[in-house]
């Protein structure tokens, strides 16, 4: 079985500074890994996907992420956050893509004071 | 593109009584709708999976004569919480993904539709 663990329940950190938001996954067989945001009282939104290719792979509002299989593990950075990206983030596997079961990890909450 | 919408957004009713969520995908034939359940500060916890004209798949521990969930045509599953209790309130929230190959293996969520029983 899959399982997805989110380090930190809360990250808080000042504008324009970096952050690193950490995804550990356990899985016997391939996955494919998802990051996404939630807004309060939303519903989900991608921030970006690793399938296959690449390990670094870049998603929207400056975001990227990196799929490391040794350490399985896919954190989220990026290198200036805004007020605005205060919000809920889930870190997902999925075993052959989004049609198929996500499992969520219990999220992130960044909090990103002036 | 690949917009999914929830209605309502926001329900309250009585214990006892019953309650319809709809779930569409907008501008895309999802072959496959997943509902997904999420308590205040919590992860979404998948709930069942349907696939059009089928039954639903349900996740063990949910009781499927509680929620029954049909999906009935390619753009619309819809998610009806029968007899709800003050238990039942949460965040429910669709996703709908289409095995086409514009819209590959993802899955596109809906806004979530609030639940509170009274």
């Known amino acids: 079985a899959q399982s997805v663990t989110q380090l930190d329940s809360q990250v808080p950190v000042f504008e324009e500074a970096p952050v690193e938001l950490r995804c550990n996954y356990s899985?016997?067989?391939?996955?494919?890994l998802f990051w996404y945001v939630q807004y309060p009282n939303q519903g989900l939104q991608l921030l970006l996907k690793?399938?296959?290719?690449?390990?670094l792979v870049k998603g929207i509002n400056g975001f990227e992420a990196e799929f490391n299989k040794s350490q399985t593990s896919f954190h989220l950075r990026k290198p200036s956050v805004h007020i605005s990206d205060t919000a809920e983030y889930f870190c997902?596997?999925?075993?052959?893509?989004?049609?198929?079961?996500?499992?969520f990890g219990a999220g992130t909450r960044l909090a990103v004071h002036p | 593109g690949a917009v999914v919408s929830q209605h309502p957004s926001w329900v309250i009713c009585k214990s006892g009584t019953s309650v319809k969520i709809e779930c569409r995908s907008l501008?895309?034939?999802?072959?496959?709708m997943f509902w997904y359940r999420q308590f205040p500060k919590q992860s979404l916890m998948l709930m069942a999976t349907?696939?059009?004209?089928?039954?639903?798949?349900?996740e063990q521990g949910v009781e499927k004569d509680k929620f029954l969930i049909n999906h009935a045509s390619l753009t619309l599953s819809t998610l009806t919480v029968t007899s709800a209790h003050p238990e039942d309130s949460s965040f429910y929230i669709c996703?709908?993904?289409?095995?086409?190959?514009?819209?590959?293996?993802?899955?596109?969520f809906g806004p979530g539709t609030r639940l509170t029983v009274t």
């Open positions: 996703s709908a993904s289409s095995s086409s190959r514009k819209i590959s293996y993802e899955q596109y």
């Open positions: 899985s016997s067989v391939s996955v494919y």
């Open positions: 690793y399938l296959s290719g690449s390990t």
């Open positions: 997902a596997v999925s075993l052959s893509g989004g049609y198929n079961k996500l499992i």
């Open positions: 501008d895309f034939q999802a072959t496959t």
């Open positions: 349907s696939n059009e004209g089928s039954k639903a798949t349900y």
